[in-house]
């Protein structure tokens, strides 16, 4: 059963910066799709980013690319959410989530793309 154990959320002012990271475990990391998404009260749960299997292809959401980069280290079993110049609107739970893709190069963007999930961490951005 693949596991997925995010940290590095916390408060932070706005214009500020945060690394998140996602330890993931219980299956051949390189062999798994991984994205980022969030999600803030009331809202539903939308794309952040997402990385291919070796990290050569990345996607974002419009609002966010340029801001944020997504990383992967597959030595480590882990995958990163650089968020730099944050603003208030950033503020929400972020999920990493995993799928399992042993051939593919793409990344995916929908939350049904994606089996497992970690239990989220928070990030708040104070003005």
């Known amino acids: 059963q693949v596991q997925l154990v995010e940290s590095g959320g916390g408060l932070v002012q706005l214009g500020g910066s945060l690394r998140l990271s996602c330890a993931v475990s219980g299956g051949t990391f390189s062999n798994y799709g991984l994205g980022w998404f969030r999600q803030a009260p009331g809202k539903e749960r939308e794309f952040v980013a997402a990385i291919s299997r070796y990290g050569d292809n990345t996607g974002y959401t419009g609002s966010m690319k340029g801001r944020f980069t997504i990383s992967r280290d597959n030595a480590k079993n882990t995958v990163y959410l650089q968020m730099n110049s944050l603003k208030p609107e950033d503020t929400a739970v972020y999920y990493c989530?995993?799928?399992?893709?042993?051939?593919?190069?793409?990344?995916?963007?929908?939350?049904?793309?994606?089996?497992?999930w970690g239990q989220g961490t928070q990030v708040t951005v104070s003005s």
């Open positions: 989530a995993a799928r399992y893709s042993p051939i593919g190069v793409t990344v995916a963007y929908a939350t049904s793309d994606y089996r497992y």
